[in-house]
């Protein structure tokens, strides 16, 4: 069983950056895809951003596209996703998540995914 951790969460200004960081554990993630999705309050989970197994492919929700960048290190079985020109409707609870049955197809329902951190905060102010 792979744990998640995510840190780099936190509050910042309407056009500001975040680094959020995902920190695998249990296990080793280097042969699964791996995403970012984020929640708010009363509406379901969306896909935000997704990485092949390799670093090879990426994949970003329109919303975010230009913006965010999600990169990994498999040697230190991390995923991470820079955050620049924020807007206050990016403002949710980010969770990093494995697909262990996926390599090169980034798939973005989160039914794909078997595990996932706990979240964290990213509040963008206006």
């Known amino acids: 069983q792979v744990q998640l951790v995510e840190s780099g969460g936190g509050l910042v200004q309407d056009g500001g950056s975040l680094r959020l960081s995902c920190a695998a554990s249990?296990?080793?993630?280097?042969?699964?895809?791996m995403g970012w999705f984020r929640q708010v309050p009363g509406k379901e989970r969306e896909f935000v951003a997704g990485?092949?197994?390799?670093?090879?492919?990426?994949n970003y929700a329109d919303s975010v596209k230009g913006r965010f960048t999600i990169s990994r290190d498999n040697a230190k079985n991390t995923v991470s996703l820079q955050m620049n020109s924020l807007k206050p409707e990016d403002t949710a609870v980010y969770y990093c998540?494995?697909?262990?049955?996926?390599?090169?197809?980034?798939?973005?329902?989160?039914?794909?995914?078997?595990?996932w951190g706990q979240g964290t905060q990213v509040t963008v102010s206006s």
């Open positions: 998540a494995a697909a262990a049955t996926a390599r090169i197809t980034i798939v973005t329902s989160e039914k794909a995914y078997n595990s």
């Open positions: 249990g296990r080793t993630v280097s042969s699964a895809v």
């Open positions: 990485i092949t197994y390799n670093g090879g492919r990426t």
